[in-house]
């Protein structure tokens, strides 16, 4: 999957969630108030489940989550490391 796929992916997930939601790709979507502590479960669980990476505790920091750009870059730091093992 390359960068815009899974960047496309994450969007058409919160939107999913958020029909209305209009953010940019480096926006915080924790600070716009789109996010509660169910929802980071959940979207944790989609990267995991639907993204098909295995995340880490450490790969559990807010800083990770905070936008489709965070996302996108745990995703392919995951991935390499994952290619490379």
Do not use: C, H, W, Y
């Amino acid at each position: 999957m390359n960068t815009q796929e899974i960047r496309d992916s994450i969007r058409a997930f919160l939107t999913s969630f958020f029909p209305n939601l209009d953010v940019t790709d480096d926006q915080d979507i924790f600070a716009l108030g789109f996010v509660n502590s169910l929802f980071a479960m959940q979207l944790v669980l989609f990267v995991e489940k639907k993204l098909g990476v295995s995340l880490d505790n450490e790969d559990l920091d807010i800083d990770n989550f905070r936008s489709i750009d965070a996302i996108t870059r745990l995703i392919e730091s995951k991935s390499v490391v994952k290619a490379d093992a």
